[in-house]
């Protein structure tokens, strides 16, 4: 699909305006991959033998927690690519310290990714794509640099988890204006009481710095599951599941996966999701077996109602959700 000059002079001031802000104000620093990964690739249908010993690309590294844990897991090499300079040097700095030899960070732009077809075998992009303007773009370069049999893995912003959080969002734009600076003030000032939740889910270590990335940031798109499922049928590539899950009945076999445990102090500063989901948890040992370590499950594509009715419930979680994840594999010619 070409863009129109119209497009592009759009996506460049875009382009712009959010690498400028994320290079001064790096995302996410503190994230701790750990706690998140076991349970997250589990439910995406994904063997650990997808990406041990295999090229591993990070679309949109921001400050490369998932690169280098995808490096120190067994990938045989990972390069994440972002164009903000603030995050690829913490992200370089941090692999310095670890000394992890088979990880490098390169500047690149998401939507032109200056790298051969069909080189990588595990493509992965988290949170970004929602930030460029032309998220589809985004996603076909990452297919098109996936090799067949290779996975492919994007997440974004959900029109659902998200949808509540638009109207803080836009008070903080109205008074606010253009100064990203003065957007994220307004947003630490009027909704502390989000700004607490979402510093405790990453353990308090991130308050200033989740004001840019909630109320400052210059550009997002929101987006639906089954326009991304949209996406992958364009690019031929076939569904491996989606973290949240987006069939009712996985979330019991999501909710029986001791991975669970891991992920579940990303709850903390969400009291009522917590114990929903730890009550579900309970329920869900009870009524399945524990699925052994290292089944990988094939999940069934989830159908219109299941997404609707699994978004219907995202829209009430709200904001601890905000992203969500599919992947999918290339298939082999
Ligand atoms: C919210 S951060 C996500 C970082 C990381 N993926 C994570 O979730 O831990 C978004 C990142 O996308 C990067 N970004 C936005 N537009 C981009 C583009 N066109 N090309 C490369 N990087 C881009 C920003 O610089 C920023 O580091």
Redesign the pocket.
Known sequence: MQATAQDMERIERI?ER??GM??RH???ST?RADEEMGWRLRMLGIAPDDFRGKRVL?S????G??ALWYATHGAASVLG????EG?LALAEQRRAQAEVANASFRR????KLDLKDESFDYSY????LH??GDPARGFRELCRVTRPGGVVIVSLYSSFSRLRLRWKQALCKLLGGDDVDRRALIGRRLFFNTMRKMNQRYHETNYELISY?VFGFPHESLHSAGEVLGWFDECGIDYLGSFAPLRARDYLYAFALPEYREFRSTFAGYPLVRAVADATSRLATVLFSIPPAGEVRRFRRPGPASRLATQLLWFGIGDRINCFTIAGRKPVR
């Open positions: 382009r959010v690498v994320y290079s790096p995302w996410p994230r990070d949109g590294c921001g400050t927690e998932y690519v972002d164009l903000s995050s690149m732009d998401v939507l992009s988290v949170g970004v930030h460029t990335d």
